[in-house]
Protein backbone atom coordinates (compact mmCIF):
# COMPACT_ATOMS: atom_id res chain seq x y z
CA UNK A 1 0.00 0.00 0.00
CA UNK A 2 0.96 4.07 0.19
CA UNK A 3 3.58 5.13 2.17
CA UNK A 4 5.83 7.83 2.88
CA UNK A 5 9.51 7.66 4.25
CA UNK A 6 10.76 10.97 6.39
CA UNK A 7 13.95 11.50 6.66
CA UNK A 8 16.24 11.95 8.79
CA UNK A 9 14.83 10.59 11.74
CA UNK A 10 16.52 12.19 14.62
CA UNK A 11 18.15 15.35 14.09
CA UNK A 12 19.63 17.66 16.69
CA UNK A 13 20.73 21.31 15.95
CA UNK A 14 21.66 24.26 18.24
CA UNK A 15 19.49 27.25 18.93
CA UNK A 16 18.91 29.49 16.13
CA UNK A 17 20.03 26.62 13.19
CA UNK A 18 17.96 26.16 10.25
CA UNK A 19 16.18 22.65 10.28
CA UNK A 20 14.35 20.36 7.26
CA UNK A 21 12.88 17.32 7.29
CA UNK A 22 11.63 15.35 4.02
CA UNK A 23 8.79 13.34 3.06
CA UNK A 24 9.09 11.31 0.08
CA UNK A 25 6.47 8.48 -1.70
CA UNK A 26 7.17 6.11 -4.50
CA UNK A 27 3.43 7.11 -5.94
CA UNK A 28 2.30 10.64 -6.61
CA UNK A 29 0.37 12.17 -4.17
CA UNK A 30 -2.99 13.96 -4.03
CA UNK A 31 -2.40 15.56 -0.69
CA UNK A 32 -0.06 16.03 2.33
CA UNK A 33 -0.32 16.74 5.43
CA UNK A 34 2.04 17.97 8.18
CA UNK A 35 1.69 17.57 11.92
CA UNK A 36 3.72 18.36 15.40
CA UNK A 37 3.92 16.19 18.49
CA UNK A 38 5.52 17.62 21.32
CA UNK A 39 6.87 15.54 23.56
CA UNK A 40 4.29 13.87 25.81
CA UNK A 41 1.51 15.52 23.60
CA UNK A 42 -0.68 14.18 20.41
CA UNK A 43 0.00 15.26 17.03
CA UNK A 44 -1.37 18.26 15.79
CA UNK A 45 -2.01 19.45 12.43
CA UNK A 46 0.12 22.01 10.65
CA UNK A 47 -0.73 22.54 7.59
CA UNK A 48 -2.04 20.76 3.73
CA UNK A 49 -0.70 20.85 0.67
CA UNK A 50 -2.47 19.64 -2.53
CA UNK A 51 -0.88 21.81 -5.35
CA UNK A 52 1.73 20.76 -7.26
CA UNK A 53 5.09 23.05 -6.57
CA UNK A 54 3.00 24.70 -3.21
CA UNK A 55 4.88 26.08 -0.87
CA UNK A 56 3.41 27.61 1.38
CA UNK A 57 4.60 29.49 5.22
CA UNK A 58 3.77 29.95 9.01
CA UNK A 59 5.79 32.27 10.63
CA UNK A 60 9.72 30.31 10.44
CA UNK A 61 8.34 27.31 8.65
CA UNK A 62 7.72 27.01 5.33
CA UNK A 63 6.45 24.24 3.68
CA UNK A 64 7.05 22.58 0.05
CA UNK A 65 5.21 20.40 -2.19
CA UNK A 66 7.44 18.60 -5.13
CA UNK A 67 6.50 19.65 -8.35
CA UNK A 68 5.52 16.28 -9.20
CA UNK A 69 3.60 15.91 -6.21
CA UNK A 70 5.68 13.01 -4.59
CA UNK A 71 7.81 14.45 -2.26
CA UNK A 72 7.20 17.60 0.35
CA UNK A 73 9.45 19.12 2.84
CA UNK A 74 9.18 21.45 6.00
CA UNK A 75 12.15 23.91 6.48
CA UNK A 76 12.24 25.94 9.93
CA UNK A 77 14.51 29.18 9.75
CA UNK A 78 16.60 29.74 12.86
CA UNK A 79 15.27 27.49 15.42
CA UNK A 80 14.17 27.94 18.99
CA UNK A 81 13.32 25.83 21.95
CA UNK A 82 10.21 25.48 21.26
CA UNK A 83 10.19 23.58 17.93
CA UNK A 84 11.18 20.86 19.72
CA UNK A 85 9.25 17.84 19.15
CA UNK A 86 8.27 14.89 16.20
CA UNK A 87 7.21 16.21 12.78
CA UNK A 88 4.76 13.91 10.90
CA UNK A 89 4.03 14.09 7.41
CA UNK A 90 0.80 12.28 6.73
CA UNK A 91 -1.22 11.52 3.84
CA UNK A 92 -5.06 10.82 2.21
CA UNK A 93 -4.89 6.75 0.26
CA UNK A 94 -7.29 6.40 -2.14
CA UNK A 95 -9.34 4.82 0.31
CA UNK A 96 -9.40 8.20 2.40
CA UNK A 97 -7.53 6.70 4.89
CA UNK A 98 -4.64 9.10 6.48
CA UNK A 99 -1.09 7.35 6.90
CA UNK A 100 1.55 8.50 8.35
CA UNK A 101 4.96 8.76 8.12
CA UNK A 102 7.79 7.96 10.95
CA UNK A 103 8.45 11.30 11.49
CA UNK A 104 11.29 13.20 12.87
CA UNK A 105 12.18 14.09 16.04
CA UNK A 106 13.76 17.59 16.57
CA UNK A 107 16.30 18.37 19.62
CA UNK A 108 17.36 21.85 20.00
CA UNK A 109 20.49 23.07 22.61
CA UNK A 110 19.70 26.08 23.88
CA UNK B 1 -17.22 18.35 23.02
CA UNK B 2 -14.60 20.92 22.31
CA UNK B 3 -12.08 18.50 21.29
CA UNK B 4 -12.08 14.63 20.96
CA UNK B 5 -12.09 12.69 24.50
CA UNK B 6 -10.56 9.28 24.74
CA UNK B 7 -11.29 7.33 27.87
CA UNK B 8 -9.94 6.02 29.69
CA UNK B 9 -6.52 7.82 29.85
CA UNK B 10 -5.04 5.14 31.19
CA UNK B 11 -5.43 0.80 31.37
CA UNK B 12 -3.90 -1.62 32.89
CA UNK B 13 -4.95 -5.08 31.86
CA UNK B 14 -4.03 -8.78 32.62
CA UNK B 15 -3.42 -10.71 29.90
CA UNK B 16 -6.05 -12.50 28.51
CA UNK B 17 -8.58 -10.29 29.49
CA UNK B 18 -10.85 -7.98 26.95
CA UNK B 19 -10.48 -4.18 26.66
CA UNK B 20 -13.06 -1.02 24.97
CA UNK B 21 -11.25 1.96 24.30
CA UNK B 22 -13.61 5.02 23.96
CA UNK B 23 -13.58 7.57 21.75
CA UNK B 24 -15.75 10.75 21.75
CA UNK B 25 -15.08 12.71 18.26
CA UNK B 26 -15.47 16.32 17.82
CA UNK B 27 -19.56 17.07 17.28
CA UNK B 28 -20.28 16.89 13.47
CA UNK B 29 -16.94 15.35 12.41
CA UNK B 30 -17.77 12.75 9.93
CA UNK B 31 -14.88 10.93 9.49
CA UNK B 32 -13.26 8.87 13.12
CA UNK B 33 -10.22 7.26 12.93
CA UNK B 34 -8.10 4.96 15.31
CA UNK B 35 -4.14 4.33 15.38
CA UNK B 36 -1.66 2.75 17.65
CA UNK B 37 1.47 4.54 18.48
CA UNK B 38 4.82 3.39 19.94
CA UNK B 39 7.10 5.10 21.48
CA UNK B 40 9.06 6.70 19.06
CA UNK B 41 6.81 5.83 15.99
CA UNK B 42 4.19 7.31 13.73
CA UNK B 43 0.84 6.95 14.43
CA UNK B 44 0.12 3.54 12.47
CA UNK B 45 -3.52 3.31 11.24
CA UNK B 46 -5.57 0.62 12.27
CA UNK B 47 -9.58 1.78 10.94
CA UNK B 48 -11.46 4.37 10.11
CA UNK B 49 -15.12 5.14 10.12
CA UNK B 50 -17.37 7.63 7.96
CA UNK B 51 -19.87 8.16 9.82
CA UNK B 52 -21.10 4.69 11.31
CA UNK B 53 -19.78 2.86 8.23
CA UNK B 54 -16.47 1.20 9.13
CA UNK B 55 -14.20 2.23 5.34
CA UNK B 56 -11.29 0.78 6.07
CA UNK B 57 -10.55 -2.05 8.89
CA UNK B 58 -6.77 -3.06 6.98
CA UNK B 59 -4.63 -2.02 10.21
CA UNK B 60 -6.06 -4.19 12.33
CA UNK B 61 -3.37 -6.44 13.45
CA UNK B 62 -5.18 -9.33 13.51
CA UNK B 63 -9.35 -10.71 14.83
CA UNK B 64 -8.89 -9.78 18.20
CA UNK B 65 -9.28 -6.32 17.43
CA UNK B 66 -12.67 -4.95 16.18
CA UNK B 67 -14.42 -1.44 15.99
CA UNK B 68 -17.46 0.10 16.23
CA UNK B 69 -19.69 3.54 15.64
CA UNK B 70 -22.69 2.25 15.92
CA UNK B 71 -24.13 5.63 15.47
CA UNK B 72 -22.29 7.46 13.82
CA UNK B 73 -20.40 9.50 16.80
CA UNK B 74 -18.61 7.57 19.46
CA UNK B 75 -16.76 4.54 18.64
CA UNK B 76 -15.31 1.83 20.95
CA UNK B 77 -11.86 -0.18 20.02
CA UNK B 78 -12.00 -3.62 21.31
CA UNK B 79 -9.44 -5.97 22.15
CA UNK B 80 -10.23 -9.34 23.07
CA UNK B 81 -7.85 -11.67 25.07
CA UNK B 82 -5.43 -9.17 25.20
CA UNK B 83 -1.56 -10.15 24.97
CA UNK B 84 1.14 -7.83 26.14
CA UNK B 85 2.20 -6.84 22.73
CA UNK B 86 -1.08 -5.14 22.29
CA UNK B 87 0.47 -2.67 25.15
CA UNK B 88 1.30 0.32 23.45
CA UNK B 89 -0.87 4.22 23.05
CA UNK B 90 -4.04 3.73 21.35
CA UNK B 91 -4.95 7.23 19.58
CA UNK B 92 -8.56 8.05 18.17
CA UNK B 93 -8.88 11.16 15.57
CA UNK B 94 -11.48 13.15 14.01
CA UNK B 95 -12.55 15.29 10.70
CA UNK B 96 -14.48 17.01 8.54
CA UNK B 97 -15.93 15.09 5.64
CA UNK B 98 -13.06 15.10 2.85
CA UNK B 99 -9.41 15.49 3.01
CA UNK B 100 -9.26 18.07 6.15
CA UNK B 101 -7.26 18.11 9.08
CA UNK B 102 -7.62 15.29 11.98
CA UNK B 103 -7.76 16.27 14.83
CA UNK B 104 -6.14 13.48 17.69
CA UNK B 105 -7.20 12.87 21.20
CA UNK B 106 -5.00 12.45 24.13
CA UNK B 107 -5.04 8.74 23.38
CA UNK B 108 -5.71 6.14 25.85
CA UNK B 109 -2.00 4.28 27.36
CA UNK B 110 -2.77 0.84 27.38
CA UNK B 111 -0.48 -1.79 29.50
CA UNK B 112 -1.06 -5.57 29.51
CA UNK B 113 0.73 -7.13 32.47
Known amino acids: GQQVMQIPQYQHVQEGEDFTTYCNSS?????IQWYKQRPGGHPVFLIQLVKSGEVKKQKRLTFQFGEAKKNSSLHITATQTTDVGTYFCALSSNTGKLIFGQGTTLQVKP | GAGVSQSPRYKVTKRGQDVALRCDPI?????LYWYRQALGQGPEFLTY????????KSGLPNDRFSAERPEGSISTLTIQRTEQRDSAMYRCASSRQGITEAFFGQGTRLTVV
Open chain 1, 27 to 31: TTLSN
Open chain 2, 27 to 31: SGHVS
Open chain 2, 49 to 56: FNYEAQQD
